[in-house]
């Protein structure tokens, strides 16, 4: 099972929250939403197979990053996977628009040529992202809880991009819409917890199996099969992070 991105840090319990997920052999993506967040985490995770740390600049905090660019740029080095970043128009963001184009535009010139799993944010901007992503030159990403339209989705796919899938989205109209448009081998789980509910819980890593369960039903195979494409999908993103590693 693979959660390609969730806010461990933000439980009330992330130690416990991380227990579970290890034991349930969850591959979890943990995504941070500055980087003195992922400092603070760094140290406990370095007991977990299944954690990966993932080095973020959330733009629903534009008003930390100037501070936190530094720290970026410093700690980029110490993981290979990236999130959560991105662009939010959405009315909670809209007024720092300029500053999030400013710092998604730096976090993207700081990668470079880099490789990196990169998981990002586009609430209402997915134009927008989508077009700075093109500028820099960088694809492949996963585009998380993807709510936008279906033709920038479609643009999207063209460059190459992946979308990850929750809990939620399985359970709305638009979200199975979306759905519906991807290909087999472009989708990834996530739960996005502890955002996500599931009845009257926030959603953990082994909520992935709803997502799977779901596909399942939806390209009429089995919830084995479904996870082994995931995974598939999920290692054809790493596999030229793996590369750089060995080579270095």
């Known amino acids: 099972m693979i959660d390609s991105h969730c806010h461990i840090d ?26 003195s967040a992922f400092e ?19 733009p629903l905090v534009a008003d930390q990053h100037v501070a936190e660019r530094k720290g970026f740029a ?19 963001g809209y007024a720092s628009r300029d500053l999030q ?29 989508l077009d700075l992503l093109q500028e820099a030159q960088r694809s492949p990403v996963v585009f998380h809880w993807y709510s936008g339209s279906l033709k920038t989705l479609d643009l999207a796919l063209g460059d190459g991009h992946y ?14 819409k979306i759905i519906g448009r991807l290909p087999p081998d472009r989708i990834l789980t996530e739960t996005d917890g502890p955002f996500v509910m599931v009845g009257d819980r926030a959603a953990e890593p082994m909520d992935v199996t709803l997502v799977e369960a779901y596909l ?14 995931v995974k ?17």
Not at 40 to 58: C, E, S, V
Not at 165 to 175: E, F, H, I, T, W
């Open 216 to 229: 399942a039903s939806l390209w009429r195979t089995t919830a084995m099969e479904v996870r082994r494409r």
């Open 40 to 58: 603070r985490a760094y140290p406990h995770i370095q007991n977990y197979k299944q954690i990966r740390l993932a080095l973020g600049l959330h």
């Open 74 to 92: 410093s700690l980029i080095d110490k993981t290979s996977y990236i999130g959560e970043i991105g662009l939010d128009f959405s009315r909670a």
């Open 163 to 176: 979308f990850s899938v929750n809990p939620s989205m399985v359970a709305s109209p638009n979200g199975q």
């Open 101 to 129: 184009i400013e710092s998604f535009r730096f976090v993207l010139a700081t990668l470079g040529g880099r490789p990196k799993f990169i998981t990002l944010h586009s609430r209402r901007a997915e134009s927008t992202v």
């Open 10 to 35: 933000l439980y009330s319990r992330p130690t416990e929250v991380a227990d579970r997920a290890e034991r349930a052999g969850v591959l979890t993506v943990v995504v941070t939403n500055l980087p």
């Open 232 to 248: 598939e999908n999920f290692l054809a993103i790493v596999r030229p992070v793996r590369l750089v590693k060995r080579v270095q």
